[in-house]
């Protein structure tokens, strides 16, 4: 595979170890770290933050029956401890989607319920809570994403393909977080269609006059 | 309030110890290592939660379901990749985020266990080390900037609302946790 060249950005992980990101960018994020152990080594430092925070967060009186009470909710639940020296997990075995991917699409590629974007782009917007949403891409190879500005964050996971903006290039395993206000024409590599996992916690303003009037129909 | 203020500062050894009980518990389901535990973890892990919003009723029935989880989930606590300080905080946070917000959290795909996937016990004590620098550092950062960080982790801030730098040492952390994953990457070759 391609060598990762842009990865999640320190405040960005902060906000995954403390659990308080959107849900459509947590789905970004898991899929990123489930493709580079770069991220996930840095992710356990930010959760090492998060321990020496609990271990100063100071101590509440637990009731005096709490040990007990513990020992009895072990006991009820049907999880008895059990020592797992082989775990053993499906892995993906030439599917495209990392395992968090496939399980907000229910499968891998050939399960995507792809509609038309305009100008030959397709997406799938996956279903999470409403404070952000995350849509697959597929843009044909050598098109363009319509140019847009953000009112929010804007972070994009390529998965296949490669694109290029005004910035930089983005191949297989590459994320780029966008701040508000940044305007950027992603446009799709020749030679491969690119797909592209990609969450906004505002709604995309494109600055075309056809996509802008398309926009409430497409739900982005 | 019933949240006591900060605990005495305390030598990474103490980790070394909770690492020892929490494997007393996977292995043995040691109930005296067990309760050791508890008496540590369970009123920090209330205060967490009660720092996180939540009220002293709902703190304590969580910070026991968080324990009980403890004991379930032992089998899964790998000493190489994390303090047991860290492994608890994480439980609390999905505990938190399950409560609190009601939203489904993506993770990332888990990794192959490798056959044997015991850290030697060098590499344990070299994180307990690492994770105990960490915990002095975040202390001795300007009261401002440490309010920031412990704000971010109860959950206070958005992601927008995130410094970028903290001046807190990642770096020795995430290098030892890099060399674990590659160690289990290649065990499963
Ligand atoms: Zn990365």
Redesign the pocket.
């Given at each position: 595979m391609h060598t990762?060249a842009h990865?999640?950005t320190d405040p960005i992980l902060t906000a995954y170890a403390a659990g308080t990101l959107p849900e459509a960018f947590n789905l970004v994020v898991a899929t990123?770290l489930s493709l580079?152990d770069?991220?996930r080594s840095q992710l356990a430092a930010h959760e090492a933050v998060g321990g020496a925070v609990l271990e100063d967060a100071g101590e509440a009186v637990m009731s005096e029956d709490a040990l007990d009470a513990c020992f009895a909710r072990i006991a009820s639940s049907p999880d008895a401890p059990i020592r797992v020296g082989h775990n053993h997990h499906a892995k993906r075995k030439g599917g495209l989607f990392p395992e968090p991917l496939r399980d907000y699409v229910g499968g891998d590629l050939d399960a995507v319920n792809w509609r038309p974007a305009g100008l030959g782009v397709r997406q799938a917007i996956l279903s999470t809570s409403k404070n952000a949403s995350v849509r697959l891409l597929y843009i044909p190879a050598g098109a363009e994403v319509p140019d847009h500005g953000h009112n929010g964050t804007e972070m994009t996971l390529v998965l296949k393909g490669a694109f290029r903006d005004e910035f930089a290039r983005f191949g297989a395993g590459d994320?780029e977080i966008c701040d508000p206000n940044v305007e950027h024409t992603p446009v799709a590599e020749p030679g491969e269609d690119c797909i592209c996992l990609a969450a906004t916690d505002a709604p995309l303003k494109f600055s075309g006059l056809l996509p802008k009037i398309a926009q409430p129909f497409l739900r982005i | 309030m019933a949240v006591a203020s900060k605990a005495p500062r305390r030598s990474g050894e103490d980790d070394l110890q909770w690492t020892a009980l929490l494997l007393r518990v996977r292995d043995h389901q040691d109930r005296e290592a067990f309760a050791r535990l508890f008496r540590h973890f369970a009123p920090r892990v209330k205060a967490f939660l009660m720092k996180s919003g939540a009220s002293p009723s709902l703190a304590e029935d969580c910070a026991q379901d968080v324990m009980a989880t403890v004991w379930q989930k032992a089998h899964l606590f790998d000493p190489g990749r994390a303090s047991v300080a860290t492994w608890v905080f994480t439980i609390a946070r999905n505990r938190r985020i399950d409560l609190l917000r009601k939203d489904r959290r993506a993770e990332p795909e888990d990794l192959p266990w490798g056959p044997e996937p015991e850290p030697d016990q060098a590499e344990v004590m070299e994180l307990a080390q690492d994770t105990e620098r960490l915990r002095v550092a975040l202390q001795q950062l300007p009261e401002k900037q440490r309010l920031l960080v412990e704000r971010a982790y109860f959950g206070d801030l958005s992601h927008s609302e995130i410094a970028t730098e903290t001046g807190l040492p990642l770096g020795t952390i995430k290098s030892r946790i890099r060399l674990a994953l590659e160690r289990l990457r290649h065990e499963m070759k």
């Amino acid at each position: 595979m391609h060598t990762i060249a842009h990865h999640l950005t320190d405040p960005i992980l902060t906000a995954y170890a403390a659990g308080t990101l959107p849900e459509a960018f947590n789905l970004v994020v898991a899929t990123h770290l489930s493709l580079c152990d770069e991220c996930r080594s840095q992710l356990a430092a930010h959760e090492a933050v998060g321990g020496a925070v609990l271990e100063d967060a100071g101590e509440a009186v637990m009731s005096e029956d709490a040990l007990d009470a513990c020992f009895a909710r072990i006991a009820s639940s049907p999880d008895a401890p059990i020592r797992v020296g082989h775990n053993h997990h499906a892995k993906r075995k030439g599917g495209l989607f990392p395992e968090p991917l496939r399980d907000y699409v229910g499968g891998d590629l050939d399960a995507v319920n792809w509609r038309p974007a305009g100008l030959g782009v397709r997406q799938a917007i996956l279903s999470t809570s409403k404070n952000a949403s995350v849509r697959l891409l597929y843009i044909p190879a050598g098109a363009e994403v319509p140019d847009h500005g953000h009112n929010g964050t804007e972070m994009t996971l390529v998965l296949k393909g490669a694109f290029r903006d005004e910035f930089a290039r983005f191949g297989a395993g590459d994320i780029e977080i966008c701040d508000p206000n940044v305007e950027h024409t992603p446009v799709a590599e020749p030679g491969e269609d690119c797909i592209c996992l990609a969450a906004t916690d505002a709604p995309l303003k494109f600055s075309g006059l056809l996509p802008k009037i398309a926009q409430p129909f497409l739900r982005i | 309030m019933a949240v006591a203020s900060k605990a005495p500062r305390r030598s990474g050894e103490d980790d070394l110890q909770w690492t020892a009980l929490l494997l007393r518990v996977r292995d043995h389901q040691d109930r005296e290592a067990f309760a050791r535990l508890f008496r540590h973890f369970a009123p920090r892990v209330k205060a967490f939660l009660m720092k996180s919003g939540a009220s002293p009723s709902l703190a304590e029935d969580c910070a026991q379901d968080v324990m009980a989880t403890v004991w379930q989930k032992a089998h899964l606590f790998d000493p190489g990749r994390a303090s047991v300080a860290t492994w608890v905080f994480t439980i609390a946070r999905n505990r938190r985020i399950d409560l609190l917000r009601k939203d489904r959290r993506a993770e990332p795909e888990d990794l192959p266990w490798g056959p044997e996937p015991e850290p030697d016990q060098a590499e344990v004590m070299e994180l307990a080390q690492d994770t105990e620098r960490l915990r002095v550092a975040l202390q001795q950062l300007p009261e401002k900037q440490r309010l920031l960080v412990e704000r971010a982790y109860f959950g206070d801030l958005s992601h927008s609302e995130i410094a970028t730098e903290t001046g807190l040492p990642l770096g020795t952390i995430k290098s030892r946790i890099r060399l674990a994953l590659e160690r289990l990457r290649h065990e499963m070759k």
